[in-house]
């Protein structure tokens, strides 16, 4: 259980192409359907200072940057989001829905770009101690799925998307790893079935864990 006694924080995580913001409308609903207050955040992201570091790590045209250089701009958005957003609002009462955590950085730069956990744990106890969410579902697909729904989208693939198979399947493996180990937070939701049995999926995880 996170520092928090009344807000609860709840993380959509997983890989390219999970369908993450559909999931993250089903929490919504759900927790709103009981009578809970939400704010539904990102990252990177969630104030306009984030918003603008998301914009440079998410750019294709940003191009290669050093791995620790990556872990460090994603920790500093964050920072933004959790003295401005999250914090204030779980000290509210309010139920705090995160579109990716410190998880995305433990599967993207600890796993993706193989900086191991250490630098992202450091960065952890610094940007937001005593801060673990209550509740983090893992959205899971197949490298190969996700990379077809990305082509389906319009635009092009942000910087992440565009990432190499090898880079992409680290990540997907860093992320059941972590909930391999934290079996009482981490939920694995099969994201590869149709949009109604995820949903399912996510609404009996829901009442099993918060309900």
């Keep these: 259980m996170s520092e928090h006694s ?29 009578g809970r207050k939400t704010l539904v955040t990102r990252e ?4 306009p200072a984030a918003e603008k570091i998301r914009k440079l790590l998410l750019d294709p045209q940003t191009g290669d940057i050093d791995p620790m250089t990556e872990l460090l701009l994603m920790f500093a958005a964050r920072r933004e989001n959790v003295v401005d957003r999250i914090r204030p609002a779980l000290a509210e009462g309010v139920d705090v829905i995160c579109d990716r955590f410190t998880d ?13 956990p250490t630098p992202v744990d450091l960065l952890a106890g610094l940007v937001h101690p005593g801060l673990t969410p ?4 893992v959205l899971d697909v197949p490298v190969e799925i996700g990379l ?11 910087r992440f998307e565009g990432g190499r198979k090898a880079f992409l399947e680290r990540v997907r493996n ?34 099993n864990r918060l309900g």
């Design 6 to 34: 009344k807000g609860r924080m709840i993380c959509l995580e997983g890989g390219e192409g999970a369908g993450k913001s559909t999931a993250l409308e089903r929490v919504r609903d759900w927790l709103e359907r009981r």
């Design 44 to 47: 990177p992201g969630g104030t």
């Design 104 to 116: 995305a950085s433990y599967a993207y730069q600890g796993g993706g770009r193989e900086l191991g």
């Design 134 to 137: 209550d509740l983090v579902l």
């Design 148 to 158: 077809e729904r990305i082509k389906q989208r319009r635009g092009g693939p942000d």
């Design 174 to 207: 860093a992320y059941l790893d972590r909930a391999r180990a934290h079996p009482d937070r981490y939920v694995v939701v099969d994201a590869s079935s149709d949009i109604e049995h995820v949903g399912a999926a996510i609404r009996a995880t829901l009442e």
